[in-house]
C-alpha cells in the first residue's frame, strides 16, 4: 500500500505565525482560519475542488492589512506541497483546468517540473473582494508557484464580477493541482529524461 502524501509546516515571522497541513491524497476536507473571510474561502474551495485535505491557521498582521499573512500562506502551502510530494515519482506533472463561474471563465494551466514560474494575467474591476484586496490574488499565486517549484499560468480570460473571477481562478488551481499530482502506472519512476523533477 502506497504511504499518503502528507506536507507540514509552521513558519513564524515577526509579521504572521502561520501551521499549514496538506494531504494531496486526502477526500476534499478542509479547515482554514486566516483572519480573512474570503481568503478562507478562496482556500475551502481550493481544497474542495483538489479534493485535498487542508488545516491552515495563520495569524497576520491584519491591523496593517492583508498582504503578508495572504503572501505567507501562499509561501507555507507551496513548501507543504513540495514537501508532500516527495520524490514525485509516478506523478503525471502537468495539469491544466478551465472553469466556468456565471459570467466569467479561468484558467489554470501548471507544470510541477520543479522551476518556479509565474504566468498571471487577470484584471479585476474591484480593488477588494471583502477585506481581501484583489491584488493579492497574484502574490499569492507567485509565492505557491516559487515555494512549490511549480510553472504556474493562470488566466481570467473574460468575466466581470471580480469574485465571481478569482473563484474561477481557486476552483481551477485545486482541479489542476488535482490532475498534475495524480499517479499514473504507466510512468516509471519521473516524467522527465532528465530522471528528476
Do not use: Q, R
Given at each position: 500500500m502506497e504511504s499518503v502524501r502528507k506536507g507540514s509546516i509552521t513558519r513564524t515571522t515577526k509579521e504572521t505565525d502561520i501551521s499549514i497541513e496538506?494531504?494531496?491524497?486526502?477526500?476534499?476536507?478542509?479547515?482554514?482560519?486566516?483572519g480573512v473571510g474570503f481568503f478562507?474561502?478562496?482556500l475551502s474551495l481550493f481544497a474542495k475542488h483538489g479534493?485535498?485535505?487542508?488545516?491552515?491557521k495563520a495569524k497576520g498582521d491584519l491591523y496593517i492589512d492583508c498582504h503578508h499573512t495572504i503572501e505567507d500562506v501562499g509561501i507555507t502551502l507551496g513548501k507543504c506541497i513540495e514537501k508532500a510530494l516527495g520524490d514525485k515519482a509516478g506523478i503525471k506533472r502537468y495539469?491544466?483546468?478551465?472553469?466556468?463561474?456565471?459570467e466569467a471563465l479561468c484558467m489554470i494551466s501548471m507544470d510541477i517540473s520543479g522551476r518556479s514560474y509565474l504566468v498571471f494575467e487577470g484584471d479585476f474591476n474591484s480593488s477588494k473582494v471583502g477585506e481581501m484586496d484583489t491584488e493579492m490574488v497574484e502574490e499569492f499565486f507567485r509565492a505557491l508557484a516559487f515555494n512549490?517549484?511549480?510553472?504556474?499560468?493562470?488566466?481570467?480570460?473574460?468575466?466581470?464580477n471580480a469574485h465571481h473571477m478569482i473563484e474561477g481562478l481557486f476552483?481551477?488551481?485545486g482541479r489542476a493541482l488535482r490532475e498534475a499530482t495524480t499517479k499514473d502506472e504507466k510512468i516509471?519512476?519521473?516524467?522527465?529524461?532528465?530522471?528528476?523533477?
Open positions: 496538506v494531504n494531496l491524497d486526502g477526500e476534499g476536507n478542509y479547515s482554514i482560519e486566516t478562507d474561502h478562496m479534493i485535498l485535505d487542508l488545516d491552515v495539469g491544466t483546468a478551465f472553469v466556468p463561474m456565471d512549490a517549484g511549480i510553472t504556474l499560468h493562470a488566466k481570467v480570460l473574460y468575466g466581470k476552483k481551477a488551481l516509471k519512476g519521473v516524467m522527465s529524461t532528465k530522471g528528476n523533477l
